[in-house]
C-alpha cells in the first residue's frame, strides 16, 4: 500500500524513475480499487456508470505518470506510452517492457530508485 501511496503523492510527476514495485502495487490496488467502486456503483444503483467514470479520470494522470517513470526506470522515453494505442500487440510490448528489471546505477533519468522502501520522502 506504501508504493500505491507514494504513487499517488507523486500523481502528476513525469520525471525521475519508479522502480517495478511501486508500479506494479499501484496496478494491483488501482485494480481493487475498480472493482471496489464497480460494487458500489451496482449497490447504490448508479446505471450511468459516473462512479466508475469518476474513478478511472481521478486514476488516470496518475497512472500515466507512473507508467512514464516505470518506462523512464528501465531507459525508455515516456512517450513509448503511446506504444499502448497498437491494439493488442501495444499492450503486450508495455507489458514485457514493465516486467524488466531496472537499468542498474543511475540512468539519464535520474538514481536508480531500486533497494529504496516507499517513504513520505519518496513522493518528494
Known amino acids: 500500500m506504501d508504493y500505491f501511496l507514494a504513487a499517488l503523492k507523486k500523481y502528476a510527476v513525469f520525471s525521475g524513475r519508479a522502480q517495478r514495485a511501486e508500479y506494479w502495487y499501484f496496478v494491483l490496488f488501482n485494480a481493487i480499487f475498480s472493482i471496489a467502486v464497480g460494487i458500489i456503483a451496482d449497490v447504490v444503483g ?4 459516473l462512479l466508475s467514470i469518476g ?61 529504496m522502501k516507499a517513504s513520505p520522502e519518496m513522493a518528494h
Open 46 to 49: 448508479d446505471t450511468t456508470g
Open 55 to 115: 474513478y478511472a479520470l481521478a486514476m488516470l494522470i496518475p497512472g500515466l505518470a507512473v507508467s512514464v517513470r516505470r518506462l523512464h526506470d528501465i531507459g525508455k522515453s515516456g512517450w513509448f506510452i503511446l506504444i499502448g494505442l497498437i491494439p493488442l500487440i501495444g499492450a503486450i510490448w508495455l507489458i514485457v517492457w514493465m516486467v524488466r528489471d531496472s537499468d542498474p546505477g543511475a540512468n539519464a533519468y535520474g538514481p536508480n530508485p531500486k533497494g
